[in-house]
């Protein structure tokens, strides 16, 4: 683990902001987090790391924002994501509304995909 | 489902009057464009109806930003296009203020950070036929939605951009039918506005001992604080005691959502 590409240390970087954008708001009761699993469809790759917390406030633009830096894709390259394998939430959704209404065992689930998947 | 079929027609035919104005900073030419006004229906999408007003401004600004997306404001907000003309309106309408609504056209400085941007119809009826799934979802875990056919979703789209009650009607129908054996939903899909964004969560229309749960129950579940919230949809104030059932088959939106906006 002593070595590390400069790609890997971009990766680590998001992680980073990411969680500690969370730790900055520790401090404040009613900023929640949410759980939220991000799988795969289709030809898209795979994450790594597939649990991730973010702040509930977050907007789902952000997650498709984070899900690109972190699989690095190209600016002309697309990236959809879906909820219940049904419908594309709009990218001014709130996380927080999609785990109220759809999350299961306390974790909501994203599919990402590289091509339109469900409608 | 729904025997109040006049409602629904109410619904449909609301309109709005709108006045459009060109950016002052933004006329190139000697002459200042009229002002171009429109009737527009409350339940439809900007970029659905605003072909007309681009073309009536287009040649007042300057010839290398004539090709730029065309984005509108009121009262220094940029609008969402992807909320139904009638929300946006409800949401920010001054109430100081008379009719027609007077909106500012912009051809130059998108404002990329507030709105997204729509490349072209084809973005809106995705959207648009998302929030219908969702809600379809909500109300029959997405069966009747995934059921149906393509030709049915281009029904409904057609429908509502073409302005054609019963075409869009002879689908929509389906999706507002309840199934085995209930008379209810199993959610309720609705967003509650306030003025930063919509909140959801999950509401049932029928309480556990089987009672019709009204508006009134829906509002105390959102907002358990402040218990004389007040919520506008389509411009009326409905009744507290409106059942939600009923409420979701008649005053939902085209994509199948009750739209509140918090008052």
């Known amino acids: 683990m002593s070595e590390e590409s400069p790609a890997d240390q971009e990766v680590h970087e998001v992680g980073d902001s990411l969680q500690s954008m969370n730790i900055a708001h520790d401090a404040s009761p009613e900023k929640l987090k949410i759980d939220i699993l991000l799988k795969p469809t289709g030809n898209a790759p795979i994450m790594k790391k597939k649990k991730w917390t973010v702040d509930s406030d977050k907007k789902i633009g952000w997650i498709i924002e984070f899900i690109r830096k972190y699989l690095k894709l190209e600016s002309n390259e697309k990236l959809f994501l879906y909820v219940n394998q049904t419908f594309a939430p709009a990218p001014d959704q709130l996380v927080k509304n999609l785990y109220d209404c759809y999350s299961t065992e306390g974790k909501l689930v994203l599919h990402y995909c590289k091509t339109q998947a469900w409608g | 489902m729904a025997n109040d079929r006049e409602i629904l027609r109410e619904i449909w035919e609301g309109k709005l009057p709108i006045c459009f104005r060109l950016d002052s900073e933004e006329v190139a030419d000697v002459r200042e464009p009229d002002p171009f006004y429109l009737m527009v229906p409350r339940l439809s999408y900007f970029p659905l109806v605003t072909d007309k007003v681009k073309r009536h401004f287009v040649k007042y600004v300057d010839s290398e930003k004539s090709e730029q997306e065309m984005w509108l404001e009121y009262n220094g907000q940029p609008l969402k ?32 950070a507030e709105i997204f941007r729509f490349s072209n119809k084809d973005m809106v009826e995705s959207y648009f036929m998302s929030c219908l799934k969702e809600a379809d979802v909500l109300k029959h875990r997405g069966q009747i939605a995934g059921s149906m056919q393509k030709k049915d979703h281009n029904q409904l789209w057609l429908g509502l951009q073409n302005d054609k009650f019963d075409q869009f009607w002879a689908v929509n129908r389906k999706l507002m039918e309840t199934t085995n054996d209930t008379e209810y939903f199993k959610y309720i899909p609705f967003r509650c506005y306030l003025e930063n964004g919509y909140k959801q969560k999950l509401v049932k229309p029928v309480g556990d001992n089987g009672s019709k ?24 104030i409905p009744p507290l005691d409106t059942p939600l059932q009923w409420l979701s088959e008649h005053l939902s939106y085209p994509d199948n959502f009750l739209h509140l906006c918090v008052v």
């Open chain 2, 81 to 112: 296009w992807h909320y139904p003309i009638g929300v946006l309106f409800d949401l920010l309408f001054d109430k100081d203020e008379i009719l027609p609504w007077n909106i500012t056209v912009h051809l130059d400085k998108f404002p990329d």
């Open chain 2, 213 to 236: 749960r009204t508006l009134q129950d829906l509002l105390n579940e959102m907002f358990p604080d402040q218990p004389e919230v007040q919520i506008k949809t389509h411009g009326l």
